[in-house]
């Protein structure tokens, strides 16, 4: 069973929609990293949260750690956010850096 | 300031053959990590180097194997490939006993065995 489950798998959206993703993680999880992967691969870090809330612009991020659970929120959505969201649970007791990995949400954003 | 950067970015190898990937990581960074994602899965851990030995490895086969280099970059080497292997590798890159930290991650490795 993997640590770290996300949902929704697929997700599509009308521009200018608010969107929210799911990440759910198990115990020995100490912190959580909410990734961007464009076609072709290349991974982008967008957040990470070991309590409370962040944001960067459109982009919000949220954890509860006692119901370890976390919530990535995409405002006022466009097609360019359209990428694959990942979120990765970081392993407590000084792994460094050893990621689980969600199998990642595919957001399309419709013009 | 180079990101992480991996070379080849695509590569083709027929089953059998061995292949050898590399990574070098940011600048300031002394830790390489090397996962494997398969088409619509998330990425998965194989293993991770500091002080050019390794330190972490996830459930991967012997086949898969690694080195890391004075200078922190490393070398991801699997031998006997199956069809199977086919997959993005991605090297991260940390600095060791900084957890909790942004995650550096390079552009990846689409390594395709036919």
């Known amino acids: 069973k993997n640590e770290v489950e996300q949902s929704p798998q697929n997700l599509t959206a009308q521009e200018g929609e608010f969107i929210t993703i799911n990440c759910s993680y198990s115990?020995?999880?100490?912190?959580l990293h909410w990734l961007q992967q464009h076609p072709g691969g290349g991974i982008v870090s967008l957040f990470m949260?070991?309590?409370g809330k962040k944001k960067h612009g459109r982009l919000i991020a949220t954890i509860n750690i006692q119901e370890k659970h976390s919530s990535l929120h995409i405002t006022a959505s466009h097609p360019r956010d359209s990428a694959v969201y990942i979120c990765?649970?970081?392993?407590?007791?000084?792994?460094?850096?050893?990621?689980?990995f969600g199998k990642g949400t595919l957001l399309t954003v419709n013009p | 300031d180079a990101g992480v950067t991996q070379s080849p970015t695509h590569l083709i190898k027929t089953r059998g053959q061995q292949v050898t990937l590399r990574c070098s990581p940011k600048?300031?960074?002394?830790?390489v990590s090397w996962y494997q994602q398969a088409l619509g899965q998330g990425p998965q851990f194989i293993f991770q180097?500091?002080?050019?030995?390794?330190?972490q490895r996830g459930n991967f086969p012997d086949r898969f194997s690694g080195h890391q280099f004075p200078n922190y970059s490393s070398e991801l080497n699997v031998n006997a490939l199956w069809l199977g292997d086919s997959a993005l590798y991605l090297c991260?890159?940390?600095?060791?006993?900084?957890?909790?930290?942004?995650?550096?991650f390079g552009q990846g490795t689409r390594l395709t065995v036919v």
């Open positions: 991260a890159s940390s600095l060791w006993g900084e957890s909790s930290t942004e995650a550096f």
């Open positions: 115990v020995g999880i100490s912190a």
């Open positions: 949260l070991s309590s």
């Open positions: 990765a649970g970081e392993n407590s007791g000084g792994s460094n850096y050893k990621l689980t």
């Open positions: 600048s300031g960074h002394d830790t």
């Open positions: 180097y500091y002080e050019e030995e390794e330190r």
